[in-house]
């Protein structure tokens, strides 16, 4: 089996609702080997509850964490 056919076996064997993302990447290679530059596309979710001003108060947050610990032993 070449190459070319593993890939065509395996592109049958992607899911259905997988298979924007496998076309995608597939077309990104495609217009790279035609020259074009390949534009990258990040995708994320943003999950994080905290307080607003959690970044602004960061120095102080670790500074008070620090001062709670015992002190270690040499």
């Given at each position: 089996?070449t190459?070319?056919?593993?890939?065509?076996?395996?592109?049958?064997?992607?899911?259905?609702?997988?298979?924007?993302d496998?076309?995608?990447?597939l077309?990104?290679?495609?217009?790279?080997e035609?020259?074009?530059?390949?534009?990258r596309?990040?995708?994320?979710?943003?999950?994080?509850?905290?307080?607003p001003?959690?970044?602004?108060?960061?120095?102080?947050?670790?500074?008070?964490?620090w001062?709670?610990?015992?002190?270690?032993?040499?």
């Open positions: 089996m190459v070319r056919e593993e890939a065509h076996r395996l592109l049958d064997a992607v899911p259905e609702d997988r298979l924007p496998a076309l995608e990447l077309r990104q290679w495609a217009e790279a035609l020259g074009e530059r390949p534009r596309q990040f995708r994320t979710t943003g999950v994080f509850d905290g307080e001003d959690l970044a602004v108060r960061s120095k102080e947050t670790v500074r008070d964490a001062a709670r610990e015992e002190p270690r032993s040499a």
